[in-house]
């Protein structure tokens, strides 16, 4: 028997099982350029003060030496992820000699590209591994795509979540399975929704409409870009540039074949594509003139180049390779990467945003599922496609295959509407469970966009900007944000915490350094082969 939504909502509403749905688990990772006062690209190097960028546990770089990564550690609570994300961010306003932090997925005004500074992070193996990753991806897409912001939001679900599920499974008449491989294979069951309705996510928060033109850099497209009365580039419907082609996509992965049918055949797809040689990237070496251009020529250089909107995560080991950490453990947590920088939060992700993301990750484990096919996933893709170059087009029409194989053609308004009145059953769960009506009120405040879209940020931030110029509304916000974190108390961390912290992060990095006793070339060698 096909276990409903109404099975599990009845179910998980029982009062012996409502802590197991309160025991849902977020981390999230904010990644931010770091600018001067007047909206041009900081030089300055890493601040010592911050830590080190390899080991600090908190504070970090991303692909460029200028844009930082915040990570906050797994919270069961929504209010506590935020308040520790201010929490970093207060600290780092305080360490960066008055630089700002630039509060939008796409970057900055940037005069020239190939002055984009790669992260560095020591002169450790690992350390090195990670800048010549870097330079891979200058070399593969370009210099630009360095300097791109995102949301990462990690979550999780308790063990007592997947034990009530497996009971409910097992009394329906499944197959019963050890419970580490019940999770991987519930896990992906989530994924296979997510990228089905993973829409939803660029449409309600998709806002990097607009695109400053240094942008492009002279480079060719075929967006039909408009001119907004201060320069900047946009489409009119578009939710998330960040999204489309422009932002972290790949061609050359379009053709791999990686199924999220169950764990075992992710993993392969994975290894398979490390492993494969890419045409494009051949040329461009590995090793010349004595200098690293890429760690190798494969379709992927590593596992962190499979630009996916989800990902089934595991903690690694030291060393240990991410999908060999998966393939041996299952699935710990996924990562929901489809979130633009909100500019309307201090943070880049509301507390609001958080309220929803648990009610639509919580309907993607409770919705049945079944594995798809290439042709499915395909259409799940190009969904996404559209509604980040054309969300609020009200002509738009995305593809909704059925459980017979036929596909039928909604509005986002119509399929918006079908989702939410499903939802709205999760978030009154959730408010029953964590003794709130947070969760009802998101739904409320969503689906308001799906009726309206002129309430979207996407449309928002256009309208702003017929107003005023992008980069003057940006730069406005980011002192802003700079002012309210600098009179904010600490909430989580304290000041005793980062003192303490970053000469230990420093420390630790001198360890690693003292610890390698390998050439990089070796190093390299062992990691792959």
Known sequence: MTLSLTDYIGAFSQNENLAAVAGIGRG?????????????????????QLGSALTHGQITTDYSETLLEFITPVSHSP???????????????????????????????????????????????????????RQGLKNRYGSMMQVISGIHFN?????????????????????????????????????????????????????SPAICGSFLQGQEHKLPFKKSPSGALFLEHATSLRMSDLGYTSSEQSALKICYNNLADYVDGVQQAIKLKSKDFSGIGVKVNGQYQQLN?????????????????RVAKPGEKPSVALGERGVEYI???????????????????????????TFCAFVDNKEFDCTRQALHEQNMDAVVLRGRDPELLLSD????????????????????KQMQQVAEL????????KYSDAIVREQAKINDASLTPSAQLLSIIQEQSLSQYALNKAS???????????QFYSQEFFDKSVPASHKAQADIEAGDKLNFDDFLSDYFY
């Open 28 to 48: 999230i990772e904010r990644e931010a350029l770091r600018i001067l006062p007047e909206g041009k690209l900081s030089e300055h190097g890493h601040y010592q």
């Open 335 to 361: 990562e929901v990467r489809a979130l633009d920088v909100n500019p309307f939060s201090d943070t880049g992700i509301s507390l609001e945003q958080v309220h929803f993301l648990d009610i639509f990750i």
């Open 79 to 133: 209010e506590q992820a935020i308040a520790q994300l201010q929490d970093i961010q207060k600290y780092t306003f305080a360490n960066i000699e008055g630089e700002l932090l630039w509060p939008m997925s796409m970057p900055c005004f940037v005069n020239d590209a190939e002055k984009i500074p790669l992260a560095q992070y020591g002169s450790s193996n690992i350390a090195k591994m990670k800048t010549v990753y």
């Open 297 to 313: 020529d494969n379709v992927l250089q590593i596992e962190n180049e499979l630009y996916a909107p989800i990902r089934p995560k």
């Open 430 to 437: 959730l408010d029953k469970a964590y003794q709130t009506s």
């Open 155 to 207: 979550f999780s679900f308790s063990q007592d979540f997947w034990q009530v599920q497996q009971k409910l499974h097992q009394l329906s008449g499944e197959k019963s399975l050890p419970l580490d491989e019940f999770i991987s294979e519930r896990y992906f069951s989530i994924l296979r929704n997510y990228k089905r309705f993973c829409w939803l996510i660029p449409y309600l928060y998709g806002s």
């Open 480 to 490: 802003e944000y700079q002012r309210e974190a600098k009179t904010r108390d600490y």
């Open 401 to 420: 295959p059925n459980c017979c194989g036929e596909v039928q053609l909604k509005s986002v308004p119509e399929w918006g509407n079908e989702l939410f």
